[in-house]
């Protein structure tokens, strides 16, 4: 009788144990989708004993389907690719494509060894300057080579970032505003609608030319070519933020806000704690469709302005005209596509971490 009681006692136990382990892997499965990662917890589900058959079938949706996907646009570029003569040549197919990225990487790597030992020189012609007693001559200087394409990529997340936070310091309480205020939407909407569909390409030389004119004591860290693409990106795409802020506040519960007012809050205090929490998502919804409207203009913007980045990168790939220029412009379309998707993914998991809708 006794065996049998610790038998069953064993059995609960590990029971117990095996739902406790799939309230994890349930709870870990939002971050994973919200990461692009959802493949993962059928292959988590299947290792904490999950019906194998069941979880195939997850897995045949999230991973093998894209997988197939992928695979037959792949075939259909090498394909079809070589059959399209331009003026740089046949179009690169996948192999092409992809010996062109490990040659950039490999250039990048060259480049960062260069580096290294210019200041490796550098140090030991000062060092042996300050044994001889000439600390007058020791002079430090940076590496000035070439950026390579990882530093260019480097340079175009960094000016669509700061475009993307003045953007967002500018949108969301100029919506929070129009939210609350009848007035204000009424002031500010009829210019979301003349600016809005306005062209990077339209904004570019207005914004060069006032930021020529105003920063005149430029700062290093801070070069006038990536402000003026970054106030572009700020210009294109604050409008979806703003539109979603004030639809999100202007939607909060009527009853809600009544509340607020009866308890005789200030103003600040119902924005905080009643109006942000309920407009979040539609924020966030705003805030992810900025992001890619930013980081889409951002590469027309360096690719017009000549500026450092992405967008410079393809259109001297393009004026170069090598045989090999083509395969690197499809490797930046790439790179860009993949970046944009990455940044999307970022936001949604922002949104999951600060809303609670996204969380239910």
């Known amino acids: 009788m006794t065996n049998a009681s610790d038998a069953i006692a064993t059995a609960a136990g590990r029971e117990a144990r095996r739902e406790r382990l799939f309230t994890r892997i349930n709870k870990a499965a939002g971050w ?31 991973l093998l389907v894209p997988l197939v996907g992928i695979g037959l646009f792949l075939a259909a570029w090498g394909i079809l690719a070589p059959q399209v003569q331009t003026s740089l040549g046949a179009i690169p197919g996948p192999v092409q494509v992809w010996q062109q990225a490990v040659n950039l990487w490999e250039d990048h790597r060259a480049e960062r060894q260069k580096a290294l030992e210019f200041y490796e020189r550098q140090e030991a012609r000062n060092a042996k300057l300050i044994a001889d007693g000439r600390e007058d001559r020791v002079k430090w200087r940076d590496y000035t080579g070439r950026p390579t394409y990882l530093d260019q990529i480097a340079t175009s997340l960094l000016t669509v970032g700061l475009g993307f936070a003045f953007a967002t310091l ?74 979603n802020t004030a639809l999100g506040v202007a939607s909060v519960d009527k009853d809600l806000m009544n509340v607020g007012r009866v308890l005789q809050l200030p103003t600040a205090r119902i924005i905080t ?51 090999q220029s083509l395969a690197k412009i499809m490797v930046a379309v790439l790179t860009i596509g993949i970046i944009g998707f990455l940044l999307d993914r970022l936001m949604y998991a922002l949104q999951r971490a600060f809303t609670f809708s996204a969380n239910r």
């Open 170 to 243: 500018v949108a969301v309480p100029l919506g929070i505003a129009c939210g609350l205020s009848r007035t204000v939407n009424g002031a500010v909407n009829p210019l979301i609608q003349i600016f809005k569909p306005v062209s990077p390409l339209a904004w570019l030389p207005i914004v060069t030319m006032v930021v020529s004119a105003l920063y005149v004591d430029t700062v290093d860290w801070l070069p006038k070519s990536l402000l003026i693409s970054a106030i572009t990106v700020t210009l294109c795409s604050l409008w979806p933020t703003l539109i």
């Open 273 to 323: 704690k009643l109006v942000l929490p309920s407009a979040l998502p539609l924020i966030f919804t705003g805030l992810r469709l900025s992001l890619g409207v930013g980081w889409m203009v951002l590469i027309a913007a360096e690719m017009l302005a000549q500026n450092p980045g992405l967008g410079k990168f393809v259109w001297d790939e393009f004026q170069n005209g090598s045989s």
């Open 32 to 62: 994973l989708d919200a990461l692009g990662l959802s493949w993962l917890t059928p292959l988590l589900k299947i290792a904490a004993g999950d019906s194998p058959r069941e979880q195939f079938s997850e897995l045949k949706r999230v």
